[in-house]
């Protein structure tokens, strides 16, 4: 078993960053990664890591803006937000995976466990 917990959401303004983490305990899988889901959509793909390895994808809309890192230490996984636009509101999750295929990163239905979610909301 795998326990998320995410923290480091809050309000922020336009153009101003936030760091989320994501605290992890239970065993370590291969893959982790970020989802958002804003009202009234569905969950959307942010980025991925691999534990491992420390290879990151992240998503068209976030690149150059976000990043992902992970620090083995503390069982941690951050997401960086940069240049936050009011698009970017939404809750956001942590979620894990062992047996994730790449081609399928950023399906929401492919990761096995997933965090509480902290709110992010950006203001104009």
């Known amino acids: 078993q795998v326990q998320l917990v995410e923290s480091g959401g809050g309000l922020v303004q336009v153009g101003g960053s936030l760091r989320l983490s994501c605290a992890a305990s239970g065993r370590t899988v291969r893959w982790y990664g970020w989802f958002r889901q804003a009202p009234g959509k569905e969950r959307e793909f942010v980025g991925v890591?691999?534990?491992?390895?420390?290879?990151?994808y992240l998503a068209d809309s976030v690149k150059g803006r976000f990043t992902i890192s992970r620090d083995n230490g503390k069982s941690a996984m951050y997401l960086q937000m940069n240049s936050l636009q009011p698009e970017d509101t939404a809750v956001y999750y942590c979620?894990?995976?062992?047996?994730?295929?790449?081609?399928?990163?950023?399906?929401?239905?492919?990761?096995?466990?997933w965090g509480q979610g902290t709110q992010v909301t950006v203001s104009s």
């Open positions: 979620a894990a995976d062992n047996g994730l295929i790449w081609s399928s990163r950023q399906v929401a239905g492919e990761y096995d466990y």
């Open positions: 890591i691999e534990w491992s390895s420390r290879r990151t």
